[in-house]
C-alpha cells in the first residue's frame, strides 16, 4: 500500500449515532490520510440530537452529516472504499452490497447509545462514553503503519483489534 488517503466506510443499521460519531473521529484522527464516511442498512432519516450536541461540542463539523443508505455507496461513481467497519452487531450480521475493490473489512462492536434508558443527563453520558470507545478505537486504526504492511498482513491487524476490543468490552 502507498502513502494516500485512504477511503473508509462505517456501517450502522440507523446511522444515526455511532456511525456518525465514528465518521466524525476518523476524518478528524485521521486527517490527511483517511476519508470517513457512513451509512446505514436502513437509516433513521435524521442523525440523533444528542450525537449532534455531542459533536458540536467538541469542535467537530456537523452540517455534513446526514443518515443515509449504504446503497448511496455502493453504485456507480460512489467513492471506492479500503475499509468498510461495521459497529453495531445488527448491520455485522446483514448481508452486505458488495463493494468495488475488495475493502478491508471489521467489526467493531458498540453499544448502541441511541438505545439508552434512564435519565437525559444519562442517556448523553452513553453517547460520551461511546465516543470516547471509538475515538480510542480509531486512533489505533491511523497509527496502524499502512504503507509497512501488505493486504493480508494489515487485514490480520484489524482482526486481531477488533477481537482484543471485543474481549476487553
Partial sequence: MTDRVYNVLILCTGNS???IMAE?????VGAGRFKAYSAGSHPAGRVHPYAI???KSLNHPVDHLASKSWDVFAGEGAPRMDFV????DNAA???CPLWPGAPMRAHWPFRDPAAAEGSEAQKRQVFADVYGQIHKRAEIFV???MSALDKLSLQKRLDEMAASFSESA
Fill in 53 to 55: 450536541d455531542l459533536l
Fill in 24 to 28: 466524525s473521529i476518523l476524518n478528524r
Fill in 143 to 145: 497509527n496502524l503503519p
Fill in 93 to 95: 450480521g446483514e448481508a
Fill in 17 to 19: 449515532a455511532r456511525s
Fill in 85 to 88: 467497519f461495521t459497529v453495531c
